[in-house]
């Protein structure tokens, strides 16, 4: 697998463990040694590995199913450095009820000299959807 | 001035440019030769050098002054390329009337040898106030 493609295995990685509500595949995925950051839709940011994790461990102590389509997925490697910028559709569902939101995602990720690990996340709500149709990724 | 400095200096440039409503300094700013894509708060993602400097002249046409202040900024450099984490608190005027909106930006630049250029800047509104006290940033 070349650089890109494993860049974008690995943020994909990062929607199936959000999907999962897997604390313990967001630990894997983000960085264990670069300084790290976190902007959740609507909210503050949120500094340091450890208070990352309590975000995200937050966020899956609510009782609402999500599943994330991602579409327009742009990859770009920067030596080192690997960003993706994507749309993606969150259908959410709790209990008999359902919900789609529209995030707009910058991930930032640093390669250790073996994987991709993530270093920055910024999603934010979007209202206006893409008018370019471009490619949709699924990754299961 | 080091790596880091000068990535400071470029990121508050590129809000002189917003305050100025100055097209000429976002053309100076705005990288020529990587990929560029810029995600106005709530709007969807905009690509390419044209369309970027295009969404940015029309938000300069319209009559509305803005001061912005610099709060929580975060810089770090990986090699080629400069990440820049902040909240832009921005006071709109416009007339007698005036309004303060906080909006969370991730501006990435890439080093060319010369200058930092921005490649992507990502701007979200935000409902929550940093809780830190951070390094208020203010470039004028």
Request: net charge negative.
């Amino acid at each position: 697998m070349n650089r890109k493609d494993s860049l974008l295995y690995q943020n994909a990685r990062f929607y199936e463990a959000f999907e999962r509500s897997s604390i313990e595949m967001m630990e894997e995925i983000w960085s264990g040694t670069s300084a790290v950051r976190c902007i959740h839709p609507g909210w503050s940011i949120v500094e340091g590995r450890h208070a990352v994790l309590e975000s995200w461990q937050r966020i899956f102590e609510g009782e609402v199913h999500m599943k994330v389509t991602l579409r327009n997925v742009r990859a770009d490697v920067y030596g080192t450095i690997g960003i993706v910028v994507l749309q993606e559709e969150v259908l959410y569902t709790t209990g008999k009820l359902s919900n789609t939101g529209a995030v707009m995602a910058t991930n930032i990720f640093e390669h250790d000299g073996r994987d991709w690990k993530l270093i920055h996340h910024h999603g934010s709500p979007t209202v206006v959807l893409a008018e370019q149709e471009g490619e949709n990724f699924r990754f299961n």
